[in-house]
């Protein structure tokens, strides 16, 4: 189990997938929803994206899934807003992996093997193919709209079903499509209130990879809405991998201390 961890600590910092859509409960009959302006959904993504707190802990019950196995664990991660994101991950109570992220850099240490490894944000588009940065890492655990830019243009998807907006037109994504268009669509999904994200969906045309990030339930800490369980998998022409994360715990911004070190025992992991 051990050697598949640093494959897993990555994924769980990035914290992206796949899944096609929500779970929904067998015969359940979707809702049409009320039409709203462009304007308006892109004021509330705008809203939710500032909706970081100072400080956020919580210990992760996570579910990992891939064609090659099945495991079982906990994560428990802090992040002090835009400056650092740690994250322990333990099994059967014992803990395997310390790993920490700031603005430039990641770095962690396999306690089982006694090694370590510092390298880059960069190295994240290595191991998956996208190029995310420590806010974004911050914003998919948080639940706040990845990569959103205030200066943007941003257009609506009409679903009768779905609040939808994207960085592109719905007839730019298919001439993407066609063309193999080296570059990220991004579709924003909002829970019917407005309140909150409840999916967002992130492909690449040229490569085939899709991401998707379903937040299933939201909970109320200290004046925010937080995830509280999530459904992350990613597909790939390789790999595919599902990820469930239920926050068991939840404390925001009560005051937290990241502890991270490097034996001097440890060697670089190999």
């Not at 002090?80 to 803990?95: N, R």
């Not at 880059?120 to 806010?135: E, M, N, P, R, Y």
């Not at 998919?140 to 939808?164: E, R, S, T």
Request: glycine residues 2%; proline residues 4%; contains cysteine.
């Amino acid at each position: 189990m051990i050697q598949h961890f640093k494959q897993i600590i990555f994924f769980i910092l990035l914290g992206a997938g796949l899944i096609s859509c929500s779970p929904k409960l067998i015969g359940e009959v979707p809702q049409k929803i009320e039409r709203r302006k462009t304007d308006e959904l892109t004021a509330k993504l705008d809203s939710l994206s500032k909706q970081v707190p100072a400080t956020f802990y919580s210990k992760i019950s996570t579910k990992y899934t891939d064609t090659n196995q099945n495991l079982s664990f906990k994560t428990s991660v802090t992040i002090l807003k835009d400056s650092v994101f740690s994250a322990l991950v333990t099994y059967a109570g014992i803990p395997l992996i310390n790993a920490m992220i700031d603005k430039d850099s990641l770095q962690f240490t396999n306690k089982k093997d006694k090694c370590y490894t510092k390298t880059t944000l960069a190295h994240l588009k290595d191991q998956f193919g996208v190029a995310f940065d420590f806010q974004n890492i911050q914003q998919l655990f948080l639940g706040v709209p990845l990569n959103y830019q205030p200066n943007a243009k941003y257009y609506q998807i009409h679903n009768p079903f779905d609040y939808i907006i994207s960085n592109y037109k719905k007839r730019e994504i298919r001439k993407l499509e066609r063309k193999d268009w080296d570059d990220f669509i991004i579709k924003y999904y909002l829970n019917s209130d407005l309140k909150s994200l409840k999916k967002l969906v992130i492909e690449n045309p040229k490569d085939n990879n899709l991401i998707v990030v379903n937040y299933l339930k939201y909970q109320v800490e200290n004046g925010y809405s937080i995830p509280s369980e999530v459904s992350i998998d990613i597909k790939t022409d390789k790999n595919h991998i599902e990820v469930q994360l239920e926050y068991e715990k939840l404390e925001i911004n009560e005051p937290q201390d990241v502890f991270f070190t490097i034996p001097e025992s440890y060697e670089v992991c190999q």
